[in-house]
């Protein structure tokens, strides 16, 4: 099993930065992908951004110049830095893992609960 454990969010004014961690543990052979998703009041969850272990990262229209992916494999932690935050950003930002729990599993999703970003004024 992989737990994944978001920190990071809160409250910002529009135009304002955060930078989004999740950190995983547990049992597990390898983690590929890894990103993160948001699910907004009302709206189905959406892809924010993916990266895998190696390669280069991929981003939805809508957060491209402003959000960067990044992750230590040495720390099992992935990033979020967000910028130029715009109230459109206000969601519940979740990690998601894609891992092998044993070598010859199959990829599953694991997924952490969540960090509430408000952007407001």
């Known amino acids: 099993q992989v737990q994944l454990v978001e920190s990071g969010g809160g409250l910002v004014q529009p135009g304002g930065s955060l930078r989004l961690s999740c950190a995983a543990s547990g049992s597990y052979f390898s983690i590929n992908a890894m990103g993160w998703y948001r699910q907004a009041l009302g709206k189905e969850r959406e892809l924010v951004a993916r990266?895998?272990?190696?390669?280069?990262?991929n981003y939805a229209d809508s957060v491209k110049g402003r959000f960067t992916i990044s992750r230590d494999n040495a720390k099992n932690t992935l990033y979020l830095q967000i910028n130029s935050l715009k109230p459109e950003d206000t969601a519940v930002y979740y990690c998601?893992?894609?891992?092998?729990?044993?070598?010859?599993?199959?990829?599953?999703?694991?997924w952490g609960h969540g960090t509430q970003v408000t952007v407001s004024s």
């Open positions: 990266i895998r272990r190696v390669g280069a990262p």
């Open positions: 998601n893992a894609e891992a092998r729990r044993y070598s010859y599993s199959n990829e599953q999703h694991y």
